[in-house]
């Protein structure tokens, strides 16, 4: 089964009005390849959710980037998944490191996070990774799993998720997983896919790279077999990100 190429733009917590506006006119004149071939979500802070969602071409969908784990209510701060699917907005991106790391989000706590953003209808771009001090004392494998089994333990439905993986230490850095590394973490999480949860999980389920992806580098990561997309930080707010998206006809050819 062919799996879509999936391009996911996180643009973190940057952006005035008139930056937003300047990003999406640049998206929606690009030339691009068509849904058939590639989906694509951008994820703008909360604040310009609605703004983006209204100037957006049809073809591209938006993403949060968070939401909370469960019911909205006296959570000062937070943004409930009810929030989100009231004012349609498809996708959320959980358990990205940053918040992992600065927030101190836990394995468990992304696993809830995850189940219950798709209990309320929402699609989920899950994110795993490790440290540089992890893949160095050779742990990566074991890192990703028991990120991936947190998620796995939650979630009935493999449907609406989309598995990012994102090394830690390649978020932002400008060193990037060289695309064989990319592709033997992939590959090995859609081994542990297929042992842990089954052999049609493992084969549907789009496992996206991240990680300091950029024009110059997405063509040879977009053919490596278990890579399926990427979700892009910093590229995101660039021209670049539309050259990033037309990778997807790499997996094509």
């Known amino acids: 089964m062919a799996r879509k190429f999936f391009i996911g733009g996180?643009?973190?917590?940057?952006?005035?009005?008139?930056?937003?506006?300047?990003?999406?006119?640049?998206?929606?004149?690009?030339e691009v390849p068509s849904e058939d071939v590639v989906e694509v979500v951008v994820s703008p802070p909360f604040v310009f959710l609605n703004f983006v969602k209204s100037l957006l071409r049809a073809d591209f969908h938006v993403a949060a980037q968070n939401c909370w784990v469960r019911k909205?209510?006296?959570?000062?701060?937070?943004?409930?998944?009810?929030?989100?699917?009231?004012?349609?907005?498809?996708?959320?991106?959980?358990?990205?490191?940053?918040?992992?790391?600065?927030?101190?989000?836990?394995?468990?706590?992304?696993?809830?996070?995850?189940?219950?953003?798709?209990?309320?209808?929402?699609?989920?771009?899950?994110?795993?990774?490790?440290?540089?001090?992890?893949?160095?004392?050779?742990?990566?494998?074991?890192?990703v799993a028991?990120?991936?089994?947190?998620?796995?333990?939650?979630?009935?439905?493999?449907?609406?998720?989309?598995l990012a993986y994102e090394p830690v230490w390649a978020i932002g850095t400008g060193k990037v997983a060289t695309p064989a590394q990319a592709q033997d973490v992939h590959c090995d999480l859609r081994k542990w896919l297929r042992e842990n949860v089954s052999a049609d999980v493992a084969e549907s389920t789009r496992i996206i790279y991240g990680g300091s992806v950029n024009g110059a580098n997405c063509k040879e990561l977009a053919v490596q077999p278990d890579v399926d997309g990427f979700l892009v930080g910093g590229a995101s707010l660039k021209p670049e990100f539309v050259d990033i998206i037309k990778s997807a006809t790499e997996k094509k050819n």
């Open 10 to 30: 996180n643009w973190k917590c940057n952006g005035t009005t008139e930056e937003v506006k300047k990003i999406v006119t640049t998206l929606n004149e690009a």
């Open 72 to 143: 909205g209510g006296a959570f000062t701060g937070e943004i409930s998944a009810e929030m989100l699917v009231n004012l349609s907005i498809p996708w959320v991106i959980i358990g990205h490191s940053e918040r992992r790391a600065l927030l101190n989000e836990s394995n468990e706590f992304v696993g809830d996070k995850v189940a219950y953003a798709l209990s309320q209808g929402l699609k989920v771009i899950a994110c795993i990774g490790e440290t540089l001090e992890e893949r160095e004392s050779g742990s990566t494998m074991a890192v």
């Open 146 to 162: 028991a990120q991936t089994k947190a998620i796995a333990e939650k979630v009935t439905n493999w449907d609406r998720v989309v």
